[in-house]
């Protein structure tokens, strides 16, 4: 049954008494959720958070992907993305969808559907410290874009030459919001707060010798700024920074555009 049936029908309940209007809002409240009993998915996110259920790869079988991207193509006109999801994985959904696209080095698999540019005006900015951190940032990148945000990106500009970073220094300072993935010792993010009055997203990722310990230096550090302005989420979440960046931009175009209209 399509979702505008089943709402008549609800409607129509209440109208003929058949049930109570606190019955109605329960009904409605659930018609949000598809039980596909290994997913519940959450159809509501979208008016919630402005973008349809991501799917996290790890851990889900191809068959059950492709499920889920299936229902969600269903009931969303937006782009469907998934995460961390594998080479082989990837294949069978995309002979089940051939329009589905994915990106190898990020390990991104999407349907790439109707994408309204959002925060118009303002810039997100990716920066890596190295080369080994852009699947981390392609990630980052690539839910920017289905997300309709306009992304700048500038990789292997990290503080072992730090020449490199200052060469984009036009661009640090035209970003409204910048996204800094580095491993090691997480230095450029530090570096990069000392510049800009944006927020910074630091990204630690889990590039690195032994000592790295798998990000957690990265981490540590980054949690440890002494620049202000810098938040840090989890190792190789890049998917998470953008998000937020996301976020973050579209409040500030929100507050600018109530500033002229009603300011």
């Not at 049930?19 to 018609?31: G, N």
């Not at 981390?136 to 920017?144: D, P, Q």
């Not at 690195?208 to 979440?237: E, F, K, P, R, W």
Request: proline fraction near 2%; charge should be negative.
């Amino acid at each position: 049954m399509k979702r505008e049936d089943s709402l008549r029908e609800i409607l129509a309940a209440v109208k003929a008494g058949r049930i109570s209007e606190d019955e109605a809002v329960k009904e409605l409240q659930a018609e949000g959720v598809d039980d596909l009993r290994f997913a519940n998915i959450d159809y509501a996110r979208e008016k919630r958070r402005g973008f349809p259920e991501v799917i996290y790869g790890e851990g889900k079988t191809a068959e059950e992907i492709f499920a889920i991207m299936e229902a969600l193509l269903t009931r969303s006109e937006k782009s469907i993305l998934a995460t961390r999801v594998d080479a082989e994985k990837a294949a069978f959904v995309c002979k089940k969808l051939p329009e589905a696209v994915y990106e190898a080095r990020a390990r991104v698999l999407f349907l790439r559907r109707k994408i309204e540019p959002v925060a118009v005006g303002r810039k997100l900015l990716i920066l890596t410290a190295g080369t080994s951190d852009i699947p981390v940032a392609e990630e980052a990148w690539l839910t920017a874009e289905l997300m309709g945000i306009e992304t700048v990106t500038h990789f292997d500009c990290g503080v072992a030459g730090i020449h490199r970073l200052f060469a984009h220094l036009a661009d640090i300072r035209a970003a409204s919001v910048i996204l800094v993935c580095a491993g090691m010792e997480g230095a450029l993010a530090s570096v990069v707060g000392g510049l800009t009055s944006a927020p910074v997203l630091a990204v630690p990722t889990s590039v690195g010798y032994g000592a790295s310990l798998g990000g957690v230096s990265a981490l540590l550090a980054m949690l440890n700024s002494c620049a202000s302005g810098v938040a840090v989420v989890n190792i190789d979440n890049g998917f998470g920074a953008a998000v937020m960046a996301a976020h973050i931009l579209m409040a500030k175009w929100r507050d600018t555009e109530q500033h002229f209209l009603y300011g």
